[in-house]
């Protein structure tokens, strides 16, 4: 790939899907409610975020689609010997991440290939967590970043929504209830990601490209701490409800509608803002936005349903948003920080137990 950018994915993000969050067990986001973009000096637990989901269950698994050409997963092992699976696209593999201090990198590849992907990875027994997943894309090159909040003028709204403050990106969040409010907005880049939060009373949602009428990618705002109730609780802000890479060049209107049941069981949507990647030459791959995560038609691999491209457009210049930073970065290394050097049983997931955490 001629410019590798890493996405940083954490274990409460709405790309990741847990198979049956009764089988997780992970901290309270809301006992530090600010800690989503605070740093582990000021947490003191080796977590990302401060967060990791944690099982003892066999056959627990979580899965994320895809199209990255690499993909690293990182959390702890409570065992000496791997007992996970890791599978992507149909493929199964043994794990072979080892126990160690604090978070360890449980399967790495940097060959994926270009197009969707499938990837899922099951605990067999002995104890594993997921800490987050970084994802490797060809974004272009000469990267700019653009934000658009909640409450600029650039966000059309569709539908019942209600305004908060607290601490989110400009001090304002947005939020609805029931099926078929949406948002949409317009952009130029070949990435995409939209923040909010997850919530235990949240529930699906569909993000559309270009007036499309089959979604791009359909995701789950529910948190959930280890619990079936729908409530409003384990409430993290900050997270990334959505990331696309790999658009092409031009501009592209993007819509999210809030999904789920009607009536009593109406689940939650909330929005706090948007930023998107603009590049100077956009990424030779590129992924058909308007077909379910990029991919049209039945081949796995995409062939013949993607364009390879080359194209230079003028960037716009903006600042990331300095409340939250950005997901991505320029190596899986710099999401490491609290990799070496840690007391397994002093940060490690016995401390996190003797909190009361797991």
């Known amino acids: 790939m001629s410019n590798l950018q890493n996405v940083t994915v954490d274990d409460f993000d709405s790309l990741i899907t847990y198979s049956d969050y009764s089988q997780w067990t992970t901290p309270n986001p809301q006992d530090h409610p600010s800690w989503y973009n605070a740093t582990g000096d000021v947490t003191g637990v080796p977590w990302h975020e401060a967060t990791i989901h944690y099982t003892t269950i066999p056959n627990a698994s979580f899965s994320l689609n895809s199209t990255a050409t690499s993909i690293w997963i990182y959390g702890t092992l409570n065992?000496?010997?791997?007992?996970?699976?890791?599978?992507?696209?149909?493929?199964?593999?043994?794990?072979?991440?080892?126990?160690?201090?604090?978070?360890?990198?449980?399967?790495?590849?940097?060959?994926?290939?270009?197009?969707?992907?499938?990837?899922s990875l099951t605990h067999n027994g002995g104890g594993l967590g997921l800490d987050l997943i970084v994802l490797g894309y060809d974004l272009g090159t000469g990267l700019t970043n653009a934000t658009i909040d909640d409450a600029g003028p650039n966000i059309a709204y569709q539908g019942t929504w209600t305004s908060e403050g607290g601490d989110f990106f400009n001090g304002t969040s947005i939020y609805t209830q029931g099926p078929n409010n949406s948002l949409s907005f317009n952009f130029s880049g070949s990435a995409l990601y939209i923040y909010g939060d997850q919530v235990n009373d949240h529930g699906p949602f569909s993000l559309y490209f270009n007036d499309s009428s089959t979604p791009y990618a359909t995701y789950n705002g529910r948190s959930g701490c280890g619990t079936s109730a729908v409530e409003k609780g384990c409430e993290k802000l900050g997270t990334l409800k959505a990331f696309v890479g790999g658009l092409p060049a031009g501009e592209h209107r993007a819509k999210v509608t809030n999904d789920g049941p009607e009536g009593s069981g109406a689940t939650f949507f909330d929005f706090?803002?948007?930023?998107?990647?603009?590049?100077?030459?956009?990424?030779?791959?590129?992924?058909?936005?308007?077909?379910?995560?990029?991919?049209?038609?039945?081949?796995?691999?995409?062939?013949?349903?993607?364009?390879?491209?080359?194209?230079s457009t003028s960037a716009t210049t903006s600042a990331k948003p300095s409340s939250t930073g950005s997901s991505s970065s320029s190596g899986a290394e710099s999401v490491m920080g609290w990799n070496g050097g840690l007391l397994w049983g002093v940060l490690g997931l016995w401390a996190v137990k003797r909190l009361g955490w797991l």
């Not at 992507?88 to 060959?111: E, M, N, W």
């Open 79 to 119: 065992t000496t010997s791997p007992n996970y699976t890791v599978t992507i696209d149909g493929q199964s593999t043994q794990g072979t991440g080892t126990q160690g201090d604090g978070r360890v990198l449980l399967y790495s590849s940097t060959g994926l290939g270009e197009g969707g992907h499938e990837i």
């Open 272 to 311: 706090d803002y948007v930023e998107y990647t603009t590049p100077t030459t956009y990424p030779q791959f590129i992924i058909n936005a308007t077909c379910p995560n990029g991919i049209c038609g039945t081949s796995g691999s995409g062939s013949g349903n993607n364009t390879s491209t080359s194209t």
